[in-house]
């Protein structure tokens, strides 16, 4: 123990107001959960076993090790922990849960990169820099109504890949779109994120305007980060219009869609609908049976016009273009990751 450093961590008690609690823990030492709660703490390449088997706050603010919290402590819980860590430079708080600030643009990236794409601190300098003569290559942007820089062989529409491609938030990029929702959770997952679910999505999304500050009526998908004001309360970029956002929920594909009333911003619903047994409905080119599920897409894109804002949603069956399934790819659709 004398040859271990320590390190402060401090936590906003949810339980005691605005109170902060502060504790001692070894450096190198890492919680172990139980349950949501932390239950020890273990120490990582220095031989050392588990020490206590309850964290608990006492009722004076500090933080103990014991077998068992007391009649006026309060377990910790890894929600607490969670909600005190702060974000890397790529993502906002919201809530728990840290929220990538830009749409994803995806990215096959040398391995002296990737633990910073993976720890969000990587910059489009260093994505650009070609100093190493590795280089990072940015796949599948949105350009002219369609994508170029494909994706790679390696990284197919079905999501099983052989060579990662890791999905990136940083400013001043054309998002990636012509991907598929497949697709999108694997980028996440390669850089250590995953979609949002719908609520999440919602939350992030609170407070973007509804209009002209965002890319709803535009020639062309704009840059990350390229309308300043099209930002949400929690200091999300974009979630209205430009392209629309994959998030991880499925449902049945919608078979009709309505519009919020106005004092939601009149906004498109596709959602939700009772599905079908195969060969039920008669399909036209581009359309699929609805035994198939729909994933859920939301917040519009760079052509939506009124209907873009931040509660639209659709998982249609009918679009032109493609229905909403899993494996939609078009170049008005792509995602978001978060942590």
Request: hydrophobic fraction near 35%.
């Amino acid at each position: 123990m004398n040859a271990m450093r320590s390190v402060l961590i401090s936590l906003s008690g949810r339980h005691r107001g605005t109170a902060r609690h502060s504790t001692m823990i070894p450096k190198g030492w890492v919680p172990i959960l139980y349950g949501g709660m932390v239950g020890a703490f273990i120490g990582v390449g220095c031989g050392q076993g588990v020490v206590g088997s309850v964290m608990c706050v006492t009722s004076e603010g500090t933080i103990a090790m014991r077998r068992e919290c007391g009649a006026s402590e309060t377990p910790l819980t890894s929600g607490m922990l969670t909600e005190s860590l702060p974000c890397p430079p790529d993502a906002e708080k919201v809530g728990p849960l840290c929220v990538d600030k830009y749409e994803a643009s995806t990215w096959a990236v040398p391995p002296e990169l990737v633990d910073k794409v993976k720890a969000g601190t990587v910059t489009l300098a260093d994505l650009n820099d070609t100093s190493s003569g590795a280089t990072a290559t940015q796949v599948s942007l949105s350009e002219d109504g369609s994508c170029n820089a494909p994706f790679p062989s390696t990284f197919p529409a079905t999501g099983n890949w052989s060579d990662k491609v890791f999905a990136v938030s940083v400013k001043g990029v054309t998002p990636t779109a012509c991907v598929t929702w497949f697709q999108a959770e694997q980028a996440c997952a390669a850089s250590g994120k995953r979609l949002l679910t719908n609520q999440e999505w919602q939350r992030a999304a609170a407070g973007t305007p509804d209009g002209s500050q965002c890319n709803v009526s535009g020639t062309s998908v704009a840059k990350t980060g390229a309308n300043p004001d099209c930002v949400s309360r929690w200091r999300i970029y974009d979630m209205v219009g430009n392209v629309w956002e994959w998030v991880a929920d499925w449902d049945d594909l919608a078979t009709n869609c309505t519009h919020w009333a106005s004092d939601f911003g009149s906004d498109v619903s596709c959602f939700g609908g009772p599905g079908s047994p195969p060969g039920s409905v008669p399909l036209s080119p581009g359309y699929v049976d609805l035994s198939l599920p729909g994933a859920v897409l939301r917040g519009g894109d760079r052509v939506s016009g009124t209907d873009a804002g931040v509660f639209a949603i659709t998982d249609y069956a009918f679009h032109i273009g493609g229905s909403d399934t899993p494996a939609l790819s078009n170049a008005l659709v792509g995602f978001r990751c978060a942590r």
